[in-house]
Every structure is written in C-alpha cells, then in structure tokens.
C-alpha cells in the first residue's frame, strides 16, 4: 500500500506583488525581482552548493491565495467567454493549487535566492527548486494549443 504523503514549504516568496492582481499571467514577462528565502535546514550553504552555475530554475509553490477550481475555468486568453478543461490551462485555479514557473537566477546565497522574471505573489510558499536544463527543458518544437 502506497504511503500517504504532504508538501511542507522550502521557503517563501518576497516579491514586490503584493495582491493577485497585476501580477503577469506567466513568468519572465516582465523583468521584475524577487527573493526566496529557504528555511532551514536548506537554508544553509550545501543546499545551494553549485547552483550559481546555472542562469535559471524551476520553482515550484503553492497557490496559496487561490481558490480551488473544477474541472473547467474560463481562461483570460479566450476573454473568459470560453471554458476549457482545467489541465487543458495554466490557470491558478489548480486540483492540487501546484504552480511552476522558470525563472532566472539573479544572485544565491546561503538561505537567499535572487530570481528574475518571476509571477509570484509575496508570500508565496515553495515546494522545491531545480535548475533548468535548456538542452532537455526546453522544447522547439512544442505546440500551444489555443495559447
């Protein structure tokens, strides 16, 4: 039998959105800062140990001032005229209110991460954090559906 299993925070987002509105809908749209703060114990200097070698990473948080959703939404893209399935959008009304977003590495310290291009509301709490890799993460020849 499969154990059961949570997500305790890393760390949190302080950014400079301080509400859901105005933030851009996707990341590295607009050049703007923000810090993670690692709590510990990853907020010493092994957890970052060879991460100021990579220009961007994967940051995964909680939507946590965003309310659960159903299986359709109204995506912006479509002028909230049309439903989709929820897997089928990036919409923050997630069925686990997980986000991912990539993100470029400003600066590392130990506890301390500077990111770039970020869509993160303060206090935003992260799951995790992987560096990206282009010559595996990105995909040239991707498809984006009604996007």
């Known amino acids: 039998m499969a ?3 949570s997500l305790n ?13 105005g933030i851009p809908r996707q990341p590295r749209l ?15 200097p092994e957890a ?15 939507f946590h001032a965003a309310p659960g959703g159903g299986p359709t939404v109204r995506p912006p893209r479509l002028g909230g005229r049309q439903r989709r399935g929820v897997l089928a959008t990036r919409s923050t009304h997630r069925p686990n209110g997980l986000g991912l977003s990539a ?3 400003e600066a590392v310290a130990p506890g ?3 990111v770039g291009g970020v869509d993160l509301l303060d206090g935003t709490p992260v799951l995790d ?4 890799l282009p010559w595996s993460d990105a995909v040239p020849e991707a498809t984006a559906g009604f996007a």
């Open 3 to 5: 154990k059961p299993w």
């Open 9 to 21: 925070p890393i760390g949190v987002v302080h950014s400079p959105f301080r509400q859901k509105f």
């Open 30 to 44: 607009v050049p703007v800062e923000a810090e993670i703060e690692l709590f510990p114990p990853l907020d010493g």
């Open 48 to 62: 970052v140990r060879g991460l100021e070698g990579f220009s961007h990473l994967w940051v995964v948080f909680g």
């Open 103 to 105: 993100v470029s590495l």
């Open 112 to 114: 301390r991460l500077t």
């Open 129 to 132: 954090i992987k560096p990206y």
